[in-house]
């Protein structure tokens, strides 16, 4: 079993940027795949980004590629998620998610990840 927890969330203003955090533990950090997903209210979850377990392979939602940053620190066992140019379409929680499984399986739904964390409410308002 891994447990995920995300941290960071919050309220920030239109054009603003966030960092978002996730810890995961119960298996070694270094062979899980990680992935950021995000539901805005009254819509599906949605996949952001996702990375690899050597960093080295990164995956990015086409439209948010110019402005999020997806990055590991298998030494301090997270994984980050750097927002900026935020707008109130980017309002949404913001889900961390783990796999043992590899990149490779996973790149075809990433609402297929393993474990889950509980979540951390971004919110892009003046």
């Known amino acids: 079993q891994v447990q995920v927890a995300e941290s960071g969330g919050g309220l920030v203003q239109p054009g603003g940027s966030l960092r978002l955090s996730c810890a995961a533990s119960?298996?070694?950090?270094?062979?899980?795949?990680m992935a950021w997903l995000r539901q805005a209210p009254g819509r599906e979850r949605e996949f952001v980004a996702a990375?690899?377990?050597?960093?080295?392979?990164?995956y990015y939602a086409d439209s948010l590629r110019p402005r999020f940053t997806i990055s590991r620190d298998n030494a301090e066992k997270t994984v980050s998620l750097e927002m900026n140019s935020l707008n109130p379409e980017d309002t949404a929680v913001y889900y961390c998610?783990?796999?043992?499984?590899?990149?490779?399986?996973?790149?075809?739904?990433?609402?297929?990840?393993?474990?889950w964390g509980k979540g951390t409410l971004v919110t892009v308002s003046s």
């Open positions: 998610a783990a796999s043992t499984r590899s990149h490779y399986e996973m790149r075809s739904n990433w609402n297929g990840m393993d474990y």
């Open positions: 119960g298996r070694p950090f270094d062979s899980l795949t």
């Open positions: 990375i690899d377990w050597t960093g080295d392979t990164i």
